[in-house]
């Protein structure tokens, strides 16, 4: 009975191991000067199914540039099962890469992506529709049932406070489960019905059996949840948007039609900054009801010359149910009138809210940020605080901080390792025999030890120790990759 979980780790290990592989010998090729044999062997790491493999083998494709596009493309649209179109996240990275590529000629493969997770996500749409009224037919049929076993003079215990558990429960995965923008399931339909139960007192084991029965029905009602659309169709928006092709405006109002589109489409059509498709913006802006959309047709709208829309998403800030986005979108759009409410959230209690904060603030950049984000090294929050670390921008000031940081022995080591990761990034001294230690031992984490070694890269000294972790078969491959990215980052000095 054990010999299945053994080999399907060994199964598993093997095809991360050949993985692995392919962006080892990608590296060398690419070392080599032999880029179309680098592409093949990137191109293959793409369609991994780990995660972290994929994204690699993207930012590799990334760095050649234009050559990568033609199997970027390929695997945007390949072909292959109804399952696979929706899941496949290497067409999410494709998007991505291409995106970040930058390059005109791939705006029709784009487009073409674009096109069909539409078409797959409506069909899985209208799957989950289907199931939706299926689910509503049976719980009408269960009520009823409920109703009748009421009616009768049986033996009616202290089910009444089993029941009310019971329905407590339900209650509280409905609420999780009714956060659907366009109101796709009706909260009210399925509370009214749960309370008319709740007021019901349920009869020995046939009461007992109507609750199984209502408890499969909700699981299976909280299962048919609408589809979230394909992560490649979001992906391929954003690239058009990053490539800045008009030829996209035409399909991008076509799929702003759809709602939980529009975010993303809308700032998409203000990279790309054709001027004709402000009017068409600017109506649906009058138009939106949805706080969330109004908010991104705001950001848009700025992109796009309006500065008066900048000021209303400032506004924003203070409504504690929008102010998440609202720091979102103030850094993508990059507003300097922003930096002094944004500064401001930085006292706020909640650490998510300080930890976009940090994010937005580094996108917007200039004097009154940095001196923000060197005040958020102070924060009590070791998230917050790393993301300040990693953020900040190199001057006497910032390097007198981290510095204070990698020597406070009082500090959370991996605090200290990304002070001495982000000195060493900037060729300064950051506290190297602490960084040595974690870098070489395996008893560290993974992150501690990825950022040690990133802290190495600005001796010949230390470049040996990287030229061993990075040549040691038996380590760990996120390490070792670690280690080579440090080494090229000390050859370009």
Not at 180 to 191: A, H, N, P, S
Not at 346 to 355: A, C
Not at 359 to 373: T, V, W
Not at 405 to 423: C, G, N, T, Y
Request: charged residues 35%; hydrophobic residues 40%; glycine residues 4%.
């Amino acid at each position: 009975m054990r010999r299945k979980p053994i080999l399907a780790i060994f199964f598993l290990a093997l095809i991360l191991s050949g993985c692995a592989r392919s962006l080892e010998k990608g590296w060398e090729k690419a070392d080599e000067g032999k880029t179309a044999a680098a592409i093949k062997d990137f191109s293959q790491a793409l369609t991994d199914s780990n995660e972290t493999y994929r994204r690699l083998a993207a930012e590799e494709l990334i760095k050649i540039g234009t050559p990568a596009i033609p199997v970027l493309e390929e695997a945007l649209l390949r072909k292959s099962s109804y399952y696979d179109i929706y899941y496949n996240e290497s067409r999410r990275e494709a998007a991505w890469a291409l995106g970040e590529i930058g390059s005109a000629k791939a705006v029709p493969s784009l487009l073409t992506a674009l096109r069909t997770a539409r078409e797959v996500y409506k069909e899985k749409d209208l799957i989950a529709k289907i199931n939706n009224l299926k689910s509503r037919a049976r719980l009408a049929k269960m009520v009823k049932a409920v109703m009748n076993l009421s009616n009768k003079k049986e033996d009616q215990p202290t089910i009444a406070k089993a029941m009310k558990k019971y329905v407590e429960k339900i209650e509280e995965s409905l609420r999780e489960s009714f956060k659907d923008k366009d109101g796709f399931y009706r909260e009210q339909e399925l509370v009214s019905a749960i309370n008319r139960i709740k007021l019901l007192q349920l009869p020995g084991e046939a009461g007992k059996k109507v609750k199984k029965e209502a408890l499969k029905i909700v699981e299976n009602r909280l299962r048919a949840k609408r589809y979230s659309p394909p992560s490649y169709l979001i992906a391929s928006i954003e690239a058009l948007g990053k490539i800045g092709d008009s030829r996209a405006d035409g399909p991008l109002l076509e799929a702003f039609e759809e709602s939980y589109l529009r975010p993303e489409v809308a700032l998409a059509l203000a990279n790309i900054g054709d001027r004709k498709t402000f009017p068409f913006l600017e109506k649906a802006w009058e138009k939106e009801k949805e706080d969330s959309l109004k908010m991104s047709l705001e950001a848009a709208l700025y992109l796009m010359g309006d500065e008066s829309k900048g000021e209303l998403l400032i506004k924003r800030l203070g409504d504690k149910k929008l102010r998440m986005e609202a720091v979102k979108l103030l850094g993508k759009i990059r507003d300097k009138k922003g930096v002094e409410p944004l500064i401001k959230t930085l006292n706020d209690k909640s650490p998510e809210l300080r930890l976009e904060t940090v994010k937005a603030l580094h996108r917007i950049g200039g004097k009154e940020a940095e001196e923000a984000l060197l005040g958020a090294l102070n924060d009590n929050n070791p998230q917050v605080k790393k993301e300040a670390i990693l953020t900040v921008v190199n001057s006497e000031k910032s390097v007198d901080a981290l510095q204070k940081i990698v020597a406070d022995e009082k500090e959370k080591l991996i605090i200290r390792l990304a002070a001495a990761s982000r000195l060493g990034e900037w060729n300064k001294e950051n506290n190297l025999p602490l960084a040595i230690k974690v870098a070489k031992e395996k008893t560290f984490s993974k992150e501690e030890r990825m950022m040690a070694i990133n802290a190495l890269a600005n001796t010949e000294a230390n470049r040996e120790i990287l030229r061993e972790i990075y040549q040691d078969t038996g380590e760990n491959f996120l390490i070792r990759f670690q280690a080579r990215k440090a080494l090229r980052r000390g050859d370009k000095r």
